[in-house]
């Protein structure tokens, strides 16, 4: 294949990578607690052969996918008044209980299942010190304190546990807004606080991810127009090489 042709598809398939992640982020404007991605690229430079006309080695730059980063920036804070909607504020993280193990949200979206125990939308029991947190009928309203602390009309019923890690940056993404911490021992968040009644919201902007998205489709067609006028100047070489006599 042409090296031109190479270097327009490493840009193309840079280009299609960059539109998945846009459209993922937009996906999940509404999800609580959800933090935005970017791919990030690097150039990889590769030596190839002189072609006709040419001396020397020559230099072709490709872009090479380098990961995604994540944006742990706080979201918007929304009022929604349900007992067991929590809000964070500061670094932290829930802790839920699932078939895997435990695993860090920053969803705050939780409710009581049939048998009284707060869970996510995942039916994962939410974790406090002492395990799974169980409320009864007789445990009249509830009330959850700036530090966790869920108390009912007969006292004190638990206190929930908040993640904190040193890199989040290294936290494995699982699906369900949920993160598993590969390599890494969770602290007590000390200067995260908890908010009943409020759900802090996804951290995308949604005109800042249309132009992002943009600005992705015209490099795109940039590099597809190229792409194309390379395949047509192939295609007259051709037909002219065909055209000549005794060819």
Do not use: C, W
Not at 28 to 56: I, L
Not at 233 to 246: F, N, S, V, W
């Amino acid at each position: 294949m042409d090296n031109s042709l190479l270097v327009s598809l490493s840009q193309q398939l840079a280009a299609y990578q960059s539109m998945d992640v846009i459209a993922n982020n937009i996906a999940n404007v509404s999800t609580p607690g959800f933090r935005r991605e970017q791919p990030t690229f690097q150039e990889y430079v590769a030596e190839v052969a002189p072609g006709e006309g040419e001396t020397g080695m020559q230099q072709l730059s490709f872009v090479k996918d380098s990961g995604i980063v994540r944006d742990m920036s706080e979201g918007p804070m929304q009022t929604t008044d349900h007992p067991f909607d929590l809000a964070l504020h500061g670094k932290g993280f829930f802790v839920v209980q699932t078939a895997g193990g435990e695993r860090y949200t920053r969803n705050g979206h939780f409710s009581l299942d049939t048998s009284g125990q707060i869970v996510d939308d995942s039916g994962n029991p939410l974790l406090g010190d002492g395990g799974a947190i169980t409320v009864t009928s007789d445990d009249g309203d509830i009330h959850i304190g700036a530090d966790g602390t869920l108390s009912g009309k007969n006292g004190q019923l638990a206190k929930l546990r908040v993640a904190s890690f040193a890199n989040e940056a290294t936290l494995a993404k699982e699906g369900a807004n949920l993160f598993s911490a590969p390599g890494q021992t969770p602290a007590a968040a000390s200067d995260a606080k908890i908010t009943q009644g409020m759900l802090e919201g996804s951290n995308v902007q949604p005109v800042v991810e249309i132009s992002r998205m943009v600005d992705v489709m015209r490099a795109y067609q940039a590099t597809a127009t190229l792409t194309q006028s390379q395949e047509d100047l192939m295609r007259q070489a051709i037909d002219k090489l065909g055209q000549t006599p005794g060819s």
